[in-house]
């Protein structure tokens, strides 16, 4: 069956720290692979996709994301982590079916 | 440009009675989605829509009804409601085919009592 794993409920880092975040998926081919972060209250904002090509792809508010094929992996990572960045971060995936399925969810607390 | 709107943001219901979630989108999308977010689940499809008049079951469709008569409108049914889905509804909406990022509206947090 297809899926998205989040393995990370939470996570802590202390502001001005680097962040990998992890995300693995299960399909029978490549899906297409998106983050979104969600702020308390609020849907749901993209801040990143990968469809094909370059396996590092750069986000919005200084997010990126490396897709591994071997490691079946889509790991979200920021340099330097700021205060206004703690949120729940969610990890989707489509394989073309109208039907995206996201992962559980990680949340991030920034300590100041 | 307001993307997609939900109404309304905070219901409380009792069990039993009937109600229905509000989802528009200003942006001409084709696709059009409704899920709950439960903790520690992330965002379960309920039901989706492809185009006006054509919808189709998601992971968790029981206890839901949905229709699509204009592009700009998703409406969410719940006939009787029960305790169990007492959630955040997200409504979200897509353009061009399905590799395309979804918007989101900013949610209507559900409660049964």
């Known amino acids: 069956a297809q899926s998205v794993t989040q393995p990370d409920i939470h996570i802590t880092v202390s502001e001005g720290a680097s962040l990998e975040l992890r995300c693995n998926y299960s399909?029978?081919?490549?899906?297409?692979l998106f983050w979104y972060v969600q702020s308390p209250g609020q849907g749901l904002q993209l801040l990143l996709k990968?469809?094909?090509?370059?396996?590092l792809v750069q986000g919005i508010k200084g997010f990126e994301a490396e897709f591994k094929r071997s490691q079946s992996s889509f790991n979200l990572r920021k340099p330097s982590v700021h205060w206004s960045d703690a949120a729940e971060y969610f990890c989707?995936?489509?394989?073309?079916?109208?039907?995206?399925?996201f992962g559980t969810g990680t949340r991030l607390k920034v300590l100041a | 440009n307001a993307g997609v709107t939900q109404t309304p943001k905070f219901q409380v219901l009792k069990t039993g009675q009937s109600m229905t979630l509000q989802c528009a989108q200003d942006?001409?999308?084709?696709?059009m989605s409704w899920y709950r977010q439960d903790p520690g689940m992330g965002l379960r499809l309920i039901h989706y829509?492809?185009?006006?008049?054509?919808?189709d079951q998601g992971e968790v469709p029981n206890g839901y009804n949905v229709s699509r008569s204009t592009t700009e409108d998703f409406p969410l049914r719940l006939l009787s409601a029960a305790p169990s889905q007492t959630s955040v509804y997200f409504c979200?909406?897509?353009?061009?085919?399905?590799?395309?990022?979804?918007?989101f509206g900013d949610g209507t947090r559900l409660s049964i009592l």
């Open positions: 990968y469809f094909s090509g370059d396996t």
């Open positions: 979200a909406s897509h353009s061009g085919g399905s590799n395309q990022p979804q918007h």
């Open positions: 399909y029978g081919a490549t899906p297409y």
């Open positions: 989707a995936a489509t394989s073309g079916t109208y039907k995206y399925i």
């Open positions: 829509s492809v185009g006006a008049g054509i919808t």
């Open positions: 942006m001409n999308h084709e696709y």
